[in-house]
């Protein structure tokens, strides 16, 4: 009969609870791991605005294809964009939603006369900027569904498209004014109107530019409608949409200031 020595089996016995230590932390890793979710399942609010873009598209064909759907992607997106004012989130939000807006409009009933005076690709632009500036940073609009968040957007290309179709009709029935004529037949007589013309014109310095607040914000014209009317001041609509955007931005930047010197005067 072999006997091991006391040594020997010591050092079996260390060699088997490390075994041991070695499964059960094997086990406890495994264990963790299966707990933490899988990227797909991570929360929205923790998702980088590309994870959620993706997410979001990818729930709206599952509800186009009838197969189950969670729309709670595309309200954080819309919410990063519209009440963190995330610039990416914004910028996202108009290159994923563009196809379905040309969409929209190509689905209109008046495309064929909105057509007439304007791009699709403006269009699109146009209603974009309109839907940002009613609900960037406003509190009274929560969008709990992307249902809600798109019926809202759709209504704004409608605006847009009706706005240019009443403006040009307009437009067509009486000649152009200038600035401070008398008799201004795109202006409404009200003081309110005109008292927010002045405040737009204040935070404008350039005079060009102030032109061209004048044409849109004073006359309703869209900037087609500027060079159509106005060719000799300027040539390429392009032009027009390049200094709206400045305008825009600047007065964006100063839209509580603008508050401000309405409710003052109006008080």
Known sequence: ?????????????????????????????????????????????????????????????????????????GVELFRRALMQRDALAWEIVQQRFNEMMLHWIRSHPMRKAASRFDSEENYVAQAFTRFWQATAGNQEIKFRTLAAVLRYLRASLNGTILDTLRAYSRAQEMPLPEPGEPGEPFAEDRDDSRELWEVIRSLIPDERQQRVAYLLFHCHLKPREIVHFCPQEFSEAQEVYRLRRSIFERLLRNADYIRWRLNQQFQ
């Open 1 to 73: 009969m072999e006997l091991q020595s006391p040594k020997l089996n010591s050092v079996n016995g260390l060699e088997s609870v490390r075994s041991d230590l070695s499964h059960d932390v094997h086990d406890c890793v495994q264990r963790e791991c299966a707990l933490l979710p899988e990227p797909s399942e991570l929360l929205p609010q923790v998702m980088s605005v590309t994870e959620l873009a993706d997410r979001c598209m990818s729930e709206l064909n599952n509800y186009r294809n009838g197969e189950p759907s969670d729309d709670q992607y």
